[in-house]
């Protein structure tokens, strides 16, 4: 059973650009969900987080946006910057599972 | 957040011998977990390292492929034991201080065996 479904699986935009990433989720259990970016050789760093008693978090130009009722949640990033080119992941998690379950990954270029 | 340190940070290893990656973090955490991850790929769950008592397995990994010792609250290891080429991946070690804080993770180690 796939958890967590992660899309687009890759994403390519120009710079200035505001790529999207979409995570769907079927556990209703959890309760906080973040976007990892990795960058190729690192290990994944937390980027933005998001609870669901808000529907919308914004740190910079990252936002997340939260649809609680469709159990989604998106990545969107404002005024795209080669530098942002990376593989980001979805990992939500809660209830008593502090695990955190993570998509695919969304491997983003940004083009100069 | 606590920064945590990988050791190796690459190897290449002969089919039949075992490795021990060996993760220090900077504050002591409660979580403790080992990732597998294939190039390109999502992350994979091994296992959650436990302070004071045995590691808890995820379906598809056991204790004698993959040993794991938690000794106290800032370090662990992971052993990826009688390797064949199909253990070639990438390991990580994350942390986090409590079960509803952030998880960080280590830059990793890239294992090939040969």
């Known amino acids: 059973q796939q958890q967590v479904k992660q899309s687009p699986q890759s994403l390519i935009v120009q710079k200035g650009g505001i790529p999207i990433i979409n995570c769907a989720y079927e556990?209703?259990?959890?309760?906080?969900f973040p976007w990892y970016q990795q960058f190729p050789g690192k290990g994944p760093a937390l980027l933005i987080a998001?609870?669901?008693?808000?529907s919308e978090k914004k740190e910079g130009r990252f936002t997340i946006s939260f649809n609680k009722s469709a159990k989604q949640f998106s990545l969107h990033i404002m005024d795209s910057q080669p530098g942002d080119s990376a593989t980001y992941f979805c990992a939500p998690r809660g209830g008593s599972n502090y695990k955190l379950t993570f998509g695919k990954g969304t491997l983003l270029t940004v083009n100069p | 957040s606590a920064v945590i340190s990988q050791k190796p940070s690459r190897d290449i290893c002969q089919r039949g011998t075992s490795l021990t990656i060996q993760c220090q973090v900077d504050s002591q955490v409660t979580m403790m977990f080992w990732y597998r991850q294939q190039p390109g790929q999502s992350l994979t769950l091994i296992a959650t390292?436990?302070?004071?008592?045995?590691?808890?397995?995820e379906s598809g990994f056991v204790i004698d492929k993959f040993p794991i010792s938690r000794p106290n609250l800032t370090f662990s290891t992971l052993t990826v034991s009688n390797m064949s080429p199909e253990d070639s991946s990438i390991y990580l070690c994350?942390?986090?201080?409590?079960?509803?804080?952030?998880?960080?993770f280590g830059q990793g180690t890239r294992l090939t065996v040969v």
């Open positions: 390292a436990n302070q004071g008592s045995e590691a808890t397995y």
């Open positions: 994350s942390a986090a201080e409590g079960m509803n804080t952030e998880a960080f």
């Open positions: 556990n209703t259990a959890f309760d906080y």
């Open positions: 998001i609870r669901p008693d808000v």
